[in-house]
């Protein structure tokens, strides 16, 4: 009985000191004014994590908003409510879909490599020579990564809104038949810019701070083995979508809910 | 620090492109108007029932918008529905003082909005006036009820 009260109080103890040091983490890499040479290191991280993710993420957006309008008209024609395409699409994609699936899918592209760049980084002890030498690589190396991501993730998300309801356009205007007229009306009607785009692109902001604060840390703080590093990249993937989901359920029922 | 044109130039497209995403969710999805916001006049219309009427809802005329719903609140003199009606302010001082407001329903099942009909009275409204005549929304179950209670009579 004992020696598992003693193992619990281990997780626990274990648990608390990990998010201490990931969140010392986070607020030492991510605060300081960057210099120039910063600048140009976000640069390179901004066309890694941002513009390279830019082709999965349009995609998805773009096949996302086709379902959504074929699934959809299938089910309003029922009700005769078909004008409500355009409405039903972007409110979808805009509160709920691009946020969580750009999220889903920045962390499998984006988040993995940057935990196993950091990791190897670390296994080859070049995160220790920078420090002999006097550079610090929280800054060089941590901060450029954390702030590309903060910064990608959301124009990310804006692009699959975009793109998904252009795709919506596509299948019920041009495919289905319906009236171009009413798929606008009916979605310029119902969408509010603060209450839906506003909210959605908070919510992906929070996304996007937890999703590469997951990959960077889980990179960082990894045992130094090849076994290691693979470990850490399934657990960037997995935390990430998991904490994803779990605060898109938190923030809507803030948001929406009217829990406020 | 090796840097290439192409990627610097790609990821000034890929911010740019965002922003421009953004303006389109702004302008052409959730139809936000640049122009700065006209100058608007208010009416007041005290309805017995507003049905599914939300703020926020359009306002119009021969069916063109010209306004919307800002508040709805409960009158507790009359216990009835007060609607605050924000109009396009070129339309202050033309509205006769016998102008009818009735809450109309888009199709079937869609959105509630209220619609104003021109009278004959050459006296005008202005700003912060009432509407007397005015007609409730069209609520499904009171004519149900209706209908039944007829059937029964006859």
Not at chain 1, 79 to 92: C, H, N, P, Y
Not at chain 1, 106 to 128: D, N
Not at chain 1, 225 to 243: C, F, H, K, Q, W
Not at chain 2, 130 to 150: G, K, R, Y
Request: glycine share 12%; charged share 15%; with cysteine.
């Amino acid at each position: 009985m004992i020696p598992r009260v003693i193992a619990l109080g281990r997780h626990g103890c274990d648990l608390l000191e990990a998010l201490g040091r990931s969140g010392l983490f986070l607020a030492q890499s991510a605060l300081g004014w960057p210099s120039r040479e910063g600048l140009y290191l976000w640069l390179r991280q901004m066309h890694f994590v941002g513009v390279l993710s830019l082709a999965i993420v349009l995609v998805s957006g773009l096949f996302i908003g086709m379902v959504l309008a074929l699934q959809g008209y299938t089910i309003l024609i029922d009700f005769g409510a078909e004008q409500a395409l355009g409405q039903m699409v972007a409110l979808s994609l805009l509160r709920e879909l691009a946020p969580v699936v750009a999220a889903l899918l920045f962390a499998g592209r984006a988040g993995s490599a940057l935990t196993a760049e950091i990791g190897l980084m670390k296994a080859t002890e070049q995160l220790t020579s920078m420090e002999m030498i006097g550079v610090d690589p929280l800054r060089r190396v941590v901060a450029p990564r954390l702030w590309a991501g903060f910064v990608s993730l959301p124009l990310l998300t804006v692009g699959f809104s975009v793109v998904g309801i252009y795709g919506g356009f596509l299948v019920g205007v041009e495919w289905l038949g319906l009236f171009e007229g009413s798929y606008w009306s009916n979605m310029q009607a119902s969408v509010d810019f603060i209450a839906d785009v506003g909210n959605g692109m908070l919510k992906s902001l929070v996304f996007a701070l937890v999703v590469t604060w997951i990959a960077v840390f889980q990179g960082y703080d990894l045992i130094p083995t090849s076994e290691g590093i693979s470990r850490a990249t399934t657990r960037t993937v997995v935390y990430s979508s998991l904490a994803v989901l779990g605060l898109d359920f938190v923030l809507t029922a803030v948001m929406f809910g009217g829990l406020s | 620090m090796k840097r290439s044109k192409t990627m610097e130039l790609g990821v000034g497209l890929f911010m740019l492109a965002g922003i421009l995403g953004l303006v389109f969710l702004g302008l052409r999805v959730s139809g936000l108007s640049l122009s700065v916001p006209a100058d608007t006049f208010t009416l007041q219309a005290n309805f017995a029932n507003i049905g599914g009427l939300k703020p926020r809802a359009r306002v119009t005329m021969a069916g063109v918008n010209v306004g919307r719903v800002s508040a709805i609140e409960l009158d507790t003199d009359w216990y009835d529905a007060r609607v605050t009606l924000e109009l396009d302010g070129a339309l202050e001082g033309q509205l006769s003082r016998d102008t009818t407001a009735a809450i109309l329903t888009a199709g079937l099942l869609g959105e509630q909005y209220v619609g104003l009909s021109p009278g004959g009275d050459p006296e005008t409204l202005g700003d912060g006036d009432t509407l007397t005549d005015t007609q409730s929304a069209l609520v499904l179950e009171e004519l149900i009820q209706q209908f039944v209670s007829n059937m029964v009579r006859d």
